[in-house]
């Protein structure tokens, strides 16, 4: 197994609380007549902790998304990442485009309450807090998901398409973690400033960061807009921000970026080396 680039893995050592490494396993559940693949993450202790349904990008439930679900179940969590293709990965951009093109929403949306119910049902645990966690395509369905109407306490958006009236977002309730640049092409900066202003003008719990000089996909470490900062930035605002929702932390103060410098490490981790690739929604 081949490590990591160094600045890659130094992120995975900054993010990751040590903690015993993730019990991992292949599950599936129906959604109405279909049979559903999704990727199971779980922290040693499954009972009475919170859980999360990570949403997969245009490319489909591949190495990269399951690690984003082992880090997130490393940080306390059980975490479940569902197959919005069923078994199709996008391989390149061109078949990633036909793959996210051909995927209905409502079928989207539909699969991943099906996520939410299967890890309410591990260990009969119906009272189980649960967020949603979604990147480029994956972003827009969690905050679909929220819009349908689902029981989730957190929506966490990595560059995801928004709404951008009061209308649309009306019918949020669950608490909503935005994360956009200003130099994407696909979700645009004027889009996130009407879906921050909706937010705001509708009361909604919501927060919303815009960087400056980002592109899509700069959370990706397979493509080509990824920015090891910037990402680590992120990772460590979610974990607050996920802990503050689903686990009850007191909320922890704004912060800029030069406040994660010294973030204290943690243990380290290993993956195959990434291959650089042109970022997709």
């Given at each position: 197994?081949?490590t990591w680039?160094?600045v890659?893995?130094?992120?995975?050592?900054?993010?990751?609380?040590?903690?015993?490494?993730?019990?991992?396993e292949?599950?599936?559940?129906?959604?109405?007549r279909?049979?559903v693949?999704?990727?199971?993450?779980?922290?040693?202790?499954?009972?009475?902790?919170?859980?999360?349904?990570?949403i997969?990008e245009?490319?489909?439930?591949?190495?990269?998304?399951?690690?984003?679900a082992?880090r997130?179940?490393r940080?306390?969590?059980?975490?479940?990442?569902?197959?919005?293709?069923?078994?199709?990965?996008?391989?390149?951009?061109?078949?990633?485009?036909?793959?996210?093109?051909?995927?209905?929403e409502?079928?989207?949306?539909?699969?991943?309450k099906g996520a939410?119910?299967y890890?309410r049902?591990?260990?009969?645990a119906?009272?189980?807090?649960?967020?949603?966690?979604g990147?480029g395509m994956g972003?827009r369905?969690?905050?679909a998901t929220?819009?349908?109407?689902?029981?989730?306490q957190a929506?966490?958006i990595f560059?995801?398409r928004?709404?951008?009236?009061r209308?649309?977002v009306?019918?949020?309730?669950?608490?909503?973690?935005?994360?956009?640049?200003v130099?994407?092409?696909?979700v645009?900066?004027?889009?996130?400033?009407?879906f921050?202003?909706?937010?705001?003008?509708?009361?909604?719990?919501?927060?919303?960061?815009?960087?400056?000089g980002l592109g899509?996909?700069?959370?990706n470490e397979?493509?080509?807009?990824?920015?090891?900062e910037f990402?680590k930035?992120?990772?460590?605002r979610?974990r607050?921000?996920?802990?503050?929702?689903?686990?009850?932390?007191?909320?922890?103060?704004?912060?800029?970026?030069?406040?994660?410098?010294?973030e204290?490490?943690a243990?380290p981790?290993?993956?195959?080396?990434?291959?650089?690739?042109?970022?997709?929604p």
């Amino acid at each position: 197994m081949r490590t990591w680039p160094v600045v890659a893995l130094f992120l995975l050592v900054v993010l990751l609380p040590r903690s015993a490494a993730a019990a991992v396993e292949t599950v599936s559940y129906k959604v109405g007549r279909d049979t559903v693949r999704a990727y199971l993450a779980s922290p040693p202790r499954t009972s009475n902790v919170p859980g999360v349904v990570v949403i997969h990008e245009m490319w489909g439930l591949n190495d990269q998304i399951m690690g984003v679900a082992d880090r997130m179940s490393r940080l306390g969590y059980v975490v479940i990442a569902p197959d919005l293709f069923g078994g199709k990965l996008g391989a390149d951009p061109g078949l990633a485009q036909e793959l996210m093109q051909a995927l209905d929403e409502n079928r989207a949306v539909a699969i991943v309450k099906g996520a939410i119910d299967y890890l309410r049902k591990l260990d009969d645990a119906p009272r189980r807090p649960v967020g949603t966690v979604g990147f480029g395509m994956g972003g827009r369905v969690s905050l679909a998901t929220a819009l349908q109407g689902a029981d989730v306490q957190a929506t966490v958006i990595f560059y995801g398409r928004v709404e951008t009236t009061r209308e649309g977002v009306a019918p949020l309730k669950a608490p909503v973690l935005g994360f956009f640049g200003v130099r994407d092409a696909v979700v645009l900066k004027q889009d996130v400033e009407k879906f921050q202003t909706a937010l705001k003008e509708s009361g909604k719990d919501a927060r919303i960061i815009l960087n400056e000089g980002l592109g899509h996909g700069f959370m990706n470490e397979d493509r080509a807009d990824y920015e090891a900062e910037f990402s680590k930035d992120s990772w460590i605002r979610m974990r607050e921000w996920l802990a503050e929702k689903l686990q009850g932390a007191p909320p922890k103060p704004p912060r800029t970026l030069s406040d994660f410098a010294d973030e204290p490490p943690a243990s380290p981790g290993t993956a195959a080396a990434p291959t650089p690739a042109p970022s997709g929604p």
